[in-house]
């Protein structure tokens, strides 16, 4: 009687215990982190620009917009931070991906960290991720792959191994561990591929095929667009939509982005508007520099589709009102000339050696398209379609970084400045609201590990695992301080920057350092550092402290030669 009675209530207890974990998996949400690329902060619709953005509009309206989170003003690292909570240099990606022969610029993700999907996944979540990984130096088909999205804890993947390339056609596009063709892909055959569109179709796929097989089972997903990194390709039906939007230059919509911006509430409009950079009476070719606009603006009409596209599968499946929705971008508006230079013509015929369409592609500046048209680049040559490999060039970045000064590499506040949109009906009671404490791209991992009640590890198969920098959104979700108990750091290229409370001290590479007060200027217009020496000295010294214990010294490694091979 006795053993029956203690085997009923192990059943009871088993039954209570299994009702218990499904009950958990109801209620732990879905996570989506959104990141596009090279895009300043006032883009979006929502964040004062006039490119239309209706999906990422309509989440902002639903859910809260941070003013003043940061990035790290550059790609890798920022992919890294993302990935780890950590800063870039303690995860080893410090710059690019080069070994510079120290290990806070390794150009490999180390395995002092874990990623977000390696958090997750031992609390039961489904990881998956597409779009661009960049965080590995290996990007040959042969591998090594030991820091590929599938070794680093997801579960799916579909998209590039390396930073940048054709939209039409791009380099290192992988499938899980396998590197693919567009062209000879027997899973995905679109009648015109084009990557964002891709990106956008797999992610829904991901949430439809995890929502019919794991339906009790939260998951991760990790969307990473490279919409709007050079080169400037885009549908034509996108860029018709921006016909004549441009054509009087770069100050009436640096005036409108700087006005809006301030009406939203996102800025205060006693802040001095930094200066517009370049004179359109000046421009020669004014039909192919709004041209280039147009194209840029078409590329994040066309992400923010498949954005839309994404929240409708969500809503498809019953999983949008459980699901935190983190929208962001790597760096600010880039400057970077890519394909701005020359007279460019354009040939009338292919005139190199075709390349077949099963062929395995890893150039991120394509030497030709596959029917053996030469890549066609400067100023003559109007971008958008595949054959071309322009960027859009520093005037039009410096509208993209209204109203602040600077640019991706740098870290004053239009290198490092990012829209935060956050986005979860059962999480996130503040609705179209903004809030203004300053956060950054380490705080993403605590507030995964937080909302999902994961368990952040100290080790990993006997290899100590880094602290994690961040601090979790999770109180701003409910109108609530953040708490941060340290400042917020930089450096990229020798720039630097701390974040303390209203005080920002920032330098470029061997420059003094400058102090701004960003309570009264977060445009970084007046420079105070001579009338406060005391709050120079004591920033400078946390700096340097932090930096020490970061693996960010000695301050010039990003610069060293490459390593000789052995």
Known sequence: ???????????????????????????RPNIIVILSDDMGFSDLGCYGGEIKTPHLDQLAA???????????????????????????????????????GHDGYRGELNRRCVTVAEALKPAGYGTYMVGKWHVTKHIQPAGPKNNWPLQRGFDRFYGTITGAGSFYDPGTLTRDNTMISPFNDPEYKPEQYYYTEALADHAVRFVDEHTAQKKDQPFFLYVAFTAAHWPMHALERDIAKYQDQYNDGYEPIRHKRAQRTAELGLINSNWAVNPTVGNWSDVKHKEWESRCMQVYAAMIDN??????????????????????????????????????????????????????????????I?????????????????????????????????????????????????????????????????????????????????????????????????????????????????????????????????????????????????????????????????????????????????????????????????????????
């Open 303 to 364: 992400m923010d589709q498949g954005i839309g596209r994404i929240v409708e599968s969500l809503k498809k499946n019953g999983q949008l009102d459980n699901t935190l929705i983190l929208y962001m971008q790597d760096n600010g508006g880039c400057q970077e000339p890519i394909g701005r230079q020359g007279e460019g013509k354009r040939p009338a015929i292919a005139s190199l050696n075709p390349i077949a369409k099963e062929t395995l592609r890893t150039d991120v």
């Open 62 to 100: 639903n859910g809260l917009r941070f003013s003043q989170f940061y990035n790290t003003a550059r790609c890798c690292p920022t992919r890294a931070s993302l990935l780890s909570g950590l800063y870039p240099h303690q995860a080893g990606v410090g710059h690019m991906m080069e070994d510079r």
């Open 366 to 566: 394509p030497k030709q398209n596959r029917a053996g048209v030469p890549t066609l680049q400067g100023l003559h040559v109007m971008p958008g379609p595949e054959d071309t490999y322009i960027a859009y060039g520093l005037n039009w970045a410096n509208v993209s970084n209204t109203p602040f000064r600077e640019y991706k590499h740098f870290v004053h506040e239009g290198g490092i400045s990012t829209p935060l949109i956050a986005h979860w009906p059962t999480g996130i009671k503040r609705r179209g609201e903004i809030d203004h404490q300053p956060g950054h791209l380490i705080d993403i991992m605590a507030t995964c590990v937080d909302i999902t009640g994961s368990k952040y590890p100290p080790s990993v198969e006997g290899q100590p695992i880094q602290s994690l920098e961040g601090t979790s959104l999770q109180p701003a979700f409910k109108g609530e301080l953040l708490g941060r108990k340290q400042p917020i750091f930089w450096e990229h290229e020798g720039n630097r920057a701390i974040r303390d409370g209203q005080w920002k001290l920032v330098a470029k590479e061997n420059s003094q350092w400058e102090l701004y007060d960003m309570v009264v200027d977060r445009t970084e217009t007046k420079n105070v550092a001579t009338q406060h020496p005391e709050i120079v000295a004591r920033l400078s010294k946390k700096w340097s402290d932090w930096a020490e214990r970061a693996n960010v010294l000695p301050l010039g490694t990003w610069r060293a030669e490459k390593p000789k091979k052995k």
């Open 1 to 27: 009687m006795l053993a029956r009675l203690i085997a009923a209530l192990f059943v009871a207890q088993t039954i209570l215990f299994g009702e218990c974990l499904v009950s958990a998996a109801e209620t």
